[in-house]
């Protein structure tokens, strides 16, 4: 049995893919999983800003591919794992985080297109993309599934019913697939960050944003390297013992 | 070394978590404060400066306020601040509703509810003062889902959390974060007497197939205690295996 006591720590993952990957949270969590020597596929529906991490990334014998991918067409994500497969033997991790955000609507004047576009990519996007790493890492002896939600999935969001409702089904995603694949090795996970200073957060409106703010205890918004630590933890060998999950950094705000 | 130059008190560190989190801590570059009831705990120190590490033991009741109020003033006179403090101290008197004695609950309660509230209200007027810290308290699963004989430990441990996220309310715009672990069935001490039947009952229920370590909790202290937890404040780890209730 491992203990805590044992010298250096290995941080033993060495592949993963992380879905919206170039940008925001997702572009911090490639940027440290990189750091600990991981070699990151950072998969985004932009291959340019992809690109650019991807090799921003790619030093010092690090190694960092960029390819483009849409999440909520499922053959597109069968292809990308068929890829994917050619280019390595196995994958440790796989860290959901492509999302969108939508229009700010309310129910009466929200359009199936609005509707359908953040369900797409928010809830069938993590959907297709398990649904691969799954199949690919039961025959490679286990892996790590890493699915966003949000405070959103967790407290009423009025304005964003669509991203309220695919955040809180991502919770309930990531609860049953755990129980599903704990037999082969795989945990899975969702974190749900409060309000983080991204490009999501900065297409707030401004009231809102202050509001949100006096109603964190810590009076003040999350950084993405916060969120990125919270994902090298997850997938690191303390957190063996972590499955079916829901961390929330919020700073309080959902309590 | 994620605990550089920070001072980590842990309340119940002689043994079982609290033991293993006070080396771990310490590994990870903390000065620690190991406080305990029980002498033996001073020998963890010994192990901690054998790898040299730095800590120091105090000998201390939790349900003493003297006592609490004894090991924060040891903390700061030998390492001058707390940055951290592990609520980790609790005990089981199991007993089912109608057989449990008042003695019984009330000493639960005494250690594991009341306890935490004596140790954090003499540590957080020093964090409040410096403007940061981390205050990590233990609850359980039990605490959430309720089990069979543990009127008294669910009772606290529901207990820790309505405190948890009292605190984390308070102290926030203090730069303090507050905090809870919830374990899962733990192969420690305190499951020592545990029947192999009921530990393999245990087991069927975890989808991971397996108890937990002393080492699986420690390492959560720890996550909780390091820069990567800045943002997390109120919550409710859960360190369970994805436990079936």
Not at chain 2, 7 to 14: E, N, Q, S
Not at chain 2, 88 to 105: C, H, P
Not at chain 2, 189 to 198: A, Q, R
Not at chain 2, 214 to 240: P, Q
Request: glycine share 12%; with cysteine; aromatic share 6%.
């Amino acid at each position: 049995m491992k203990q805590a006591a044992d010298g250096p720590r290995v941080y033993a993952c060495r592949t993963a893919l992380v879905t919206g990957g170039a940008s925001g949270i997702g572009r911090a969590v490639s940027k440290a999983l990189s750091e600990r020597g991981v070699r990151v596929f950072i998969a985004d529906i932009d291959l340019a800003r992809a690109t650019d991490v991807a090799k921003e990334l790619a030093k010092d014998g690090r190694r960092a591919e960029a390819l483009r991918l849409d999440v909520s067409a499922g053959p597109q994500v069968a292809a990308a794992f068929g890829d994917l497969r050619g280019q390595c033997e196995g994958l440790d991790l796989v860290v959901n985080g492509a999302a969108v955000l939508g229009d700010t609507v309310s129910i009466e004047d929200m359009t199936d297109e609005q509707w359908r576009r953040v369900l797409a990519v928010n809830l069938d996007g993590t959907f297709y993309c398990c649904r691969e790493a799954v199949r690919w890492m039961r025959g490679t002896g286990g892996g790590r599934i890493i699915n966003f939600s949000s405070v959103a999935g967790l407290m009423p969001t009025p304005g964003a019913l669509h991203y309220s409702a695919s955040k809180g089904a991502v919770i309930q995603l990531t609860k049953t697939l755990a129980r599903e694949v704990a037999r082969y090795n795989i945990r899975v996970n969702a974190v749900a960050p409060g309000y983080i200073q991204t490009p999501m957060l900065d297409a707030m409106d401004a009231a809102f944003r202050e509001q949100t703010l006096h109603r964190t205890p810590l009076k003040r918004f999350g950084t993405p390297e916060e969120i990125a630590g919270l994902v090298v933890f997850l997938a690191s060998p303390e957190a063996d013992f972590f499955t079916g999950q829901v961390l929330s950094p919020n700073g309080g705000l959902v309590i | 070394m994620r605990l550089v130059g920070k001072v980590a008190i842990i309340t119940g560190a002689g043994r079982g978590i609290g033991r293993e989190a006070a080396v771990l801590f310490a590994r990870e570059g903390a000065k620690v404060v190991l406080a305990d009831v029980d002498p033996q705990a001073e020998k963890v120190v010994g192990e901690i400066e054998e790898f040299g590490g730095e800590a120091i033991f105090v000998r201390g009741d939790v349900t003493n306020r003297d006592s609490c109020a004894a090991m924060a003033a040891a903390a700061v006179s030998s390492f001058g601040r707390i940055d951290i403090l592990v609520n980790n101290a609790g005990i089981t008197r199991d007993a089912q509703l109608v057989k449990l004695a008042e003695s019984d609950f009330d000493r639960v309660i005494a250690v594991n509810l009341k306890g935490t509230f004596n140790a954090t209200q003499a540590v957080a007027p020093q964090m409040v003062e410096q403007g940061s810290g981390r205050i990590i308290n233990v609850s359980s699963v039990v605490g959430l889902y309720g089990n069979f004989g543990q009127t008294n430990y669910a009772a606290t441990k529901a207990g820790v959390i309505g405190m948890t996220k009292t605190w984390a309310r308070e102290l926030g715009r203090k730069g303090i974060t507050v905090n809870a672990v919830a374990p899962g069935f733990i192969q420690t001490e305190m499951t020592e007497s545990v029947p192999e039947k009921v530990l393999e009952m245990m087991r069927g229920r975890t989808p991971l197939g397996r108890l937990g370590t002393a080492c699986d909790v420690a390492n959560i202290y720890l996550f909780l205690a390091s820069d990567d937890a800045a943002y997390v404040n109120g919550a409710v780890v859960c360190v369970d295996g994805g436990l079936i209730p």
